[in-house]
């Protein structure tokens, strides 16, 4: 496996992250694609290279072609942070695809090559002994676009200052990618900590799905609504299991919810296909009657919505919150 470079303590701190919220308006800010992939800080220099995921895993193993970022650095050691991605079909990142690699410590040569990687990096945040965490984010972004460090599997994305985050959510929305990350140029780096400096904003798509039971929550939500199982009709009339929403809910949501649904039960499955047996033990089903709007990132290749979001109930609107 090679030698492994020395890991400064704060990188076991995690990255630090953006808080979610509409594009920022004004000047100040540099604008960056949201790559949908896997955060990882990367330890980096001629002893070779360690990956850190965002929990403070090291998944180095995992991925062995981005350790070519050692040779790429050449004489240099740095902490940098990226994201791990994986490329689908039409060239956008697939982070269903890239969850075959992720639990992978030994993937086999057929894997690697069926489901190669990415790093995108972008930031520095040491550099051959220098701390750089109390730097500006542009002189950092300047001194990770100097290192050249663009080579096979290592990507640096372009960020931008002339151009709006508004603008840039825009084309991102029509190349179907994830979203922005908007950043103040002043801002510092702080490991493991959010930060209203950095804002996201995630596109998302949004559904009217048919309720088909729901699940309890734990604690003070095992008497209410934890999350809710959802499914879509097919053109035979089927329906069909898309997901558990299980986030987005006031807690006046959960308990009118709960109450409303409870009136509509029903001792068997409405849905046509097999629930994930985690579900089967606690549901409780009730007529297909009710509809909801749900916001979600994607829909997987088996049809499932991806980090679906409880919106509103649409009908019938008299008996369940809105």
Do not use: C
């Not at 990142?93 to 069926?114: E, G, M, Y």
């Amino acid at each position: 496996m090679g030698a492994q470079p020395q890991v400064p303590a704060w990188v076991f701190r995690g990255p630090m992250l953006p808080t979610a919220g509409p594009p920022p308006t004004g000047s100040g800010f540099a604008v960056e694609i949201k790559w949908d992939g896997m955060r990882a800080l990367v330890v980096a220099g001629r002893e070779g290279v360690r990956l850190i995921s965002r929990s403070g895993r090291d998944v180095t193993s995992s991925f062995p072609e981005l350790r070519a970022l050692g040779d790429v650095v050449g004489g240099h050691r740095g902490v940098l942070d990226g994201e791990i991605v994986a490329l689908g079909g039409s060239g956008q990142p697939d982070f269903v695809r890239l969850q075959n690699r992720i639990h992978r410590t030994r993937p086999a040569a057929s894997l690697l090559r069926d489901v190669p990687v990415r790093l995108y990096l972008f930031d520095l945040l040491w550099l051959d002994g220098v701390d750089l965490l109390q730097t500006s984010y542009v002189d950092r972004r300047q001194q990770l676009t100097g290192l050249g460090l663009d080579h096979g599997p290592i990507r640096v994305p372009a960020y931008y200052t002339d151009i709006s985050p508004a603008e840039l959510l825009e084309i991102a929305a029509q190349l179907r990618l994830e979203g922005i990350v908007a950043k103040r140029l002043t801002s510092h780096y702080v490991p493991g900590r959010r930060s209203l400096e950095w804002i996201k904003t995630v596109i998302r798509t949004h559904a009217d799905v048919v309720i088909g039971g729901w699940v309890p929550g734990s604690g003070r939500y095992r008497h209410v609504v934890g999350s809710l199982l959802v499914g879509l009709y097919d053109e035979a009339g089927a329906l069909r299991y898309v997901g558990n929403v299980g986030t987005g809910f006031s807690d006046h949501n959960r308990q009118a919810l709960a109450a409303g649904l409870d009136e509509i039960s029903r001792p068997a499955s409405p849905f046509a296909d097999a629930v994930p047996r985690e579900f089967v033990g606690y549901a409780r089903w009730v007529e297909p009657v009710v509809i909801a709007e749900v916001a979600y990132r994607e829909r997987t290749d088996d049809g499932r919505l991806r980090h679906p979001t409880f919106r509103r109930i649409v009908a019938p609107e008299d008996d369940l919150p809105t």
